[in-house]
């Protein structure tokens, strides 16, 4: 965990995203919290993410999402080096029976 993001604001954020019930709530208190500009990056760096770790290319995953190489990049090296966040939320969305995106 990075020592620059944790305190007791930012807890608490998570906290409010963990206590959410479902996609619809999701969606309501996105809305609210981010620009639309900001939901989309986030949601970008996800399905880039997603695409990464299905062994596409940055080329295929350029031309799906809009991604920059720079972006796509950086994510990788999120998925190599990082602290596996990305690999956590993208494992247990795969064996969850609701994921009904592939």
């Given at each position: 965990m990075n020592s620059?993001?944790?305190n007791e604001n930012t807890d608490y954020f998570f906290k409010a995203v963990l206590a959410l019930k479902d996609i619809e709530?999701?969606?309501d208190f996105f809305e609210d919290v981010c620009t639309v500009s900001e939901l989309h990056a986030m949601t970008q760096r996800m399905h880039v993410a997603r695409l990464l770790s299905g062994g596409k290319t940055y080329q295929e995953?350029?031309?799906a999402t809009g991604?920059?190489?720079?972006t796509i990049s950086r994510i990788n090296?999120?998925?190599e080096y990082g602290?596996?966040?990305y690999r956590t939320a993208?494992?247990?969305l795969k064996n969850n029976a609701d994921d009904r995106l592939s």
């Open positions: 620059k993001l944790k709530e999701c969606y995953i350029s031309a991604a920059s190489t720079a090296k999120c998925l602290t596996d966040g993208l494992e247990r």
